[in-house]
């Protein structure tokens, strides 16, 4: 593989993220929620997402996917499957579709994300930029160089209270300069959906899916 050099400008912008069916996503909303809700949850939160990220300026636009595309999926995306393994992993082999040029990651579990948090990746001058979430994870991550990457992701503990602690400091130990942004929450609890839900920017589908769930339209 040829080197690989930080080129400034848009950034690529990546989402990984998990096919919204019944029974395989956000578990922990069930209950109260049943499985085919948490879907319908997952499937706004993941269209709010991919919503977000095209207004955005991007150099490119990629969709990690377990699973396979559906309605929700709006044009401008490339697809790609999502490795096996660990989520670290999957996490690192997500960059590998990267070429040049910075690149930054999210997940699907934000739908409260906005332009205004994507517009300045790849052209602040920093090396990496890491968005820590509130149950002690991270919401993005991203590098100047994606190439580097996979030895600073794989090995860092995953879904625990101090993953994004680690990640960071090990960005940081890396001798990166790293940009900080803004603490989200994570929908991963009915809590988390009402919480989330009420932050949302005017049209969210998310929010307007918690709303009719709470009225019972179901």
Do not use: N
């Not at 990651?105 to 090396?127: E, S, Y």
């Amino acid at each position: 593989m040829s080197p690989r050099h930080p080129v400034p400008g848009p950034a690529t912008l990546l989402v990984i993220a998990k096919e919204p069916v019944p029974g395989r996503v956000k578990t922990r909303l069930t209950p109260p929620y049943t499985p085919r809700e948490a879907a319908a949850l997952a499937e706004a939160a993941l269209a709010d997402t991919l919503r977000t990220v095209v207004e955005a300026p991007a150099r490119r636009r990629v969709l990690v996917l377990d699973g396979s595309p559906g309605s929700w999926l709006p044009a401008g995306f490339d697809v790609v499957r999502q490795e096996t393994g660990g989520l670290d992993e999957r996490i690192a082999a997500a960059f590998d579709h990267c070429d040049r040029g910075p690149a930054l990651l999210v997940g699907m579990d934000t739908p409260q994300l906005t332009v205004g948090l994507l517009a300045d990746i790849g052209g602040d001058g920093h090396d990496a930029w890491f968005g820590p979430a509130e149950d002690g994870g991270f919401w993005a991550l991203g590098f100047a160089d994606p190439g580097r990457a996979a030895a600073l992701v794989r090995g860092v503990p995953m879904s625990t209270d101090h993953t994004g602690a680690t990640q960071r400091r090990r960005l940081v130990e890396a001798g990166l300069g790293v940009s900080d942004l803004p603490v989200l929450r994570d929908v991963d609890t009915a809590a988390d959906a009402a919480a989330v839900a009420a932050c949302c920017p005017p049209g969210s589908r998310f929010a307007t899916t918690v709303r009719s769930l709470a009225d019972g339209e179901r």
